[in-house]
């Protein structure tokens, strides 16, 4: 059903999805989506190994644009969505962290479609820095 | 991230009434050339605005600022955090279709405002700016383009027939005490919904709770306060809507102050994709 992805897949199982029912019941992120995730598989990640062609540091939600390697020779460009740019900001990433050329590995939930792209989970730079798709900064410790 | 100025007062909040309201009853050179209209004038004035002022000078708690809502905060403060929608929703017949057909992936309008529920949602995804002025107070959130207007001035909301009807409807608010309560109507019954659309947010999973709709009946009463040391705002929102609900519910809201997190801008229309189901994303 699903178009094989030029790069190493890495498969999900019940506990997977148990444990993201779980994150959704405690976090109630959902009344902040800009729109439904629906057409992402939520509960599958993949994961590619490539170059960043393009980052737009964009509202509403930035995009990256990746070239992975197809085993042939050639390059597919996959383009993996995160969140919107305030949130990026407020954890960790700044509008030129990813640079065109930079070797990345980023994990992603496929497009159901089968298309070429996906929903960012996190992206580890040649540094070894990780960062994630942009959610809630670390919170202030209480003073009271 | 360095400390910004989001917390930065234009007036101390005791010295504002009190020069607003002169400054638009007395006009500086009538005071010298005609000093008795202008004595008649400020008679007056003192004799209606005294209550007003009186009660505006005495000290309210202070407001203003960024704060960041708590949802999904793993490690936030456990006496704050915010409570879930009811996991058994009683539903008219209306509710109950509207919550089913609004379970779409498909999400027109999906950069319209969001509703007032929506607003004080206290997510962790993205902060709200409260504008704290003596009869006033403007809320805005990051991702929302419509500022949220509570108006402490004293007024009612409109009749029915003089209520433009729209996406946060019409907030009026008072302190009783420590707590400003607001009182919201006017609502077009044509936000997202009051949870959001299906299926989560970029950092969430999947999602199968049941929407919850809000019609043009949305009627919501707010206790807002300040709790842990001022340094964190709580929100109680009472909830009705009978042509969706056959009973009120109750959310509890939680912010943190962050003097060190300003608000960005968010743009909805701007870089927007079509994906294969058709959904602009």
Redesign the interface.
């Known amino acids: 059903m699903h178009r094989q992805p030029p790069a190493r897949r890495r498969g999900s199982g019940t506990l997977r999805?148990g444990l993201?029912?779980l994150?959704?019941?405690?976090?109630?992120?959902?009344?902040?989506?800009?729109?439904?995730?629906?057409?992402f598989d939520?509960?599958r990640e993949i994961t590619l190994v490539g170059t960043i062609k393009e980052v737009?540091f964009?509202?509403?939600?930035v995009?990256i644009q990746v070239l992975v390697p197809d085993g042939k020779g050639g390059q597919v460009e996959w383009?993996i969505?995160?969140?919107?740019?305030?949130?990026l900001?407020?954890t960790g990433w700044k509008p030129n962290t990813l640079k065109p050329g930079d070797p990345v590995t980023i994990v992603t939930h496929p497009?159901r479609?089968?298309?070429t792209?996906g929903?960012?989970v996190r992206v580890t730079m040649q540094d070894g820095r990780v960062l994630?798709?942009?959610?809630?900064?670390?919170?202030?410790p209480?003073?009271? | 991230m360095g400390r910004s100025r989001s917390d930065w007062h234009p007036w101390p909040i005791a010295s504002r009434p009190l020069c607003g309201r002169l400054r638009t009853i007395v006009p500086g050179r009538a005071l010298l050339l005609r000093v008795s209209v202008v004595s008649a004038l400020l008679a007056t004035a003192v004799a209606s605005y005294a209550p007003a002022l009186s009660a505006q000078r005495r000290a309210v708690p202070d407001i203003w600022g960024v704060w960041m809502g708590l949802g999904g905060v793993a490690d936030a403060d456990p006496r704050f955090r915010n409570t879930p929608f009811p996991a058994d929703p009683d539903f008219t017949e209306w509710g109950a279709e509207e919550s089913r057909r609004l379970a779409s992936p498909i999400t027109p309008g999906e950069c319209n405002p969001w509703s007032p529920v929506g607003l004080m949602g206290a997510s962790g995804l993205f902060p709200i700016q409260i504008l704290q002025g003596p009869n006033l107070i403007v809320v805005h959130h990051e991702a929302i383009t419509q500022p949220r207007r509570i108006y402490t001035d004293g007024r009612r909301h409109p009749p029915n027939d003089e209520l433009l009807p729209s996406f946060l409807g019409h907030s009026i608010g008072r302190w009783e005490g420590d707590t400003l309560v607001v009182d919201t109507v006017g609502t077009n019954g044509r936000t997202r919904p009051l949870n959001g659309y299906v299926s989560g947010a970029v950092n969430s999973g999947v999602d199968t709770a049941p929407r919850f709709p809000a019609s043009d009946q949305l009627h919501l009463v707010e206790r807002i306060r300040l709790v842990g040391a001022g340094q964190y705002l709580e929100d109680v929102i009472a909830i009705e809507d009978p042509k969706t609900y056959r009973k009120p519910f109750t959310l509890k809201r939680y912010w943190q102050r962050r003097t060190d997190i300003d608000l960005q801008e968010y743009a909805c229309t701007d870089n927007r994709r079509r994906d294969a189901e058709g959904q602009e994303r």
């Open positions: 999805l993201l029912a994150l959704v019941l405690l976090t109630g992120q959902s009344a902040a989506a800009h729109h439904s995730f629906a057409p939520l509960v737009q964009t509202n509403p939600h995009w383009s969505e995160a969140g919107a740019p305030g949130m900001l407020r497009a479609s089968g298309a792209n929903l960012l994630g798709p942009g959610g809630p900064p670390t919170p202030l209480s003073r009271d």
